[in-house]
Nanobody, 124 residues
């Protein structure tokens, strides 16, 4: 069973930056796709970004394109989310997610593993 452990959340002012990290147990090939979702109070969990193990291909939700960057260190089996130009609407619990096989990961049903979540709060 793969375990995902997030870190790096916190409180930041609008326009600021935060970097989230997610370390996965096991080898990189056991989680060929890793990414991030977020859930604001009273809202559905939504896709943020994902990246593949092999090619490093990344894709993003439209709401974060140009502001967030996802990256991956395969040697450490760790994925990062650099969040810049943060807005109050980015406030949410951010969850690391992973797939055990290659494939799309843009809805929660496509994910096999989840982290416990880390709070990101952006003040105006």
């Amino acid at each position: 069973q793969v375990q995902l452990v997030e870190s790096g959340g916190g409180l930041v002012q609008a326009g600021g930056s935060l970097r989230l990290s997610c370390a996965a147990s096991g080898r990189s090939f056991s989680t060929p796709v890793m990414g991030w979702f977020r859930q604001a109070p009273g809202k559905e969990r939504e896709f943020v970004a994902a990246i593949t193990y092999s090619s490093g291909s990344a894709y993003y939700a439209d709401s974060v394109k140009g502001r967030f960057t996802i990256s991956r260190d395969n040697a450490k089996n760790t994925v990062y989310l650099q969040m810049n130009s943060l807005k109050p609407e980015d406030t949410a619990v951010y969850y690391c997610a992973a797939r055990k096989n290659f494939g799309r990961m843009i809805v929660r049903e496509e994910c096999d593993y989840w982290g416990q979540g880390t709070q990101v709060t952006v003040s105006s």
